[in-house]
């Protein structure tokens, strides 16, 4: 899996990519200390997760992810926060983030949690595969069945 970390703790950043490249869960393709200067970037390099701070200056880690979903990102988000306000971590759910870390990081913590999101990443992309074969059957099944009745008349 490719990750992009965007946090304005450099220690949080240095920290989460650490645990992400020790335990073998993929590669930080990149980085930014806030959403303004991370969106660019994502869009650019299409990280399948982004792991993203909730308060940072310029834009927070809400409006962020509105934007990037905005944008038609499809990739995953998992919200890190030291907020513990249920409203401000519901409207993070609502607006489209898969799952929530609290800080401090703890390592077992983030790997659980990275790994359940590559496994529903594979799902999503998985069905999504399924989906575009069943349409495709479906186009040749209508493609043959115009060519039949063309035939017969």
Do not use: W
Not at 12 to 29: A, F, H, N, P
Not at 64 to 75: K, S, Y
Not at 101 to 126: A, G, M, W
Request: charged fraction near 25%; avoid cysteine.
């Amino acid at each position: 899996m490719r990750y992009f970390i965007v946090d304005d703790d450099r220690a949080s950043r240095v920290m989460l990519k650490q645990i992400i490249e020790d335990s073998g869960l993929g590669t930080v393709i990149g980085e930014a200390r806030n959403g303004e200067d991370a969106i660019p970037q994502i869009l650019m390099t299409q990280p399948e997760i982004v792991l993203i701070d909730l308060l940072m200056p310029k834009l927070d880690g809400i409006a962020t992810v509105e934007h990037l979903i905005q944008n038609r990102f499809e990739g995953q988000f998992i919200m890190i926060s030291q907020v513990v306000n249920k409203e401000m971590v519901g409207e993070a759910y609502e607006q489209g983030i898969d799952f929530f870390i609290h800080k401090p990081i703890n390592r077992i913590e983030v790997e659980n949690v990275l790994k359940k999101t590559t496994e529903q990443f594979r799902l999503k992309n998985s069905l999504l595969v399924i989906r575009q074969s069943l349409t495709n059957i479906e186009l040749s099944e209508q493609k043959a069945n115009k060519a039949t009745s063309r035939d017969h008349i």
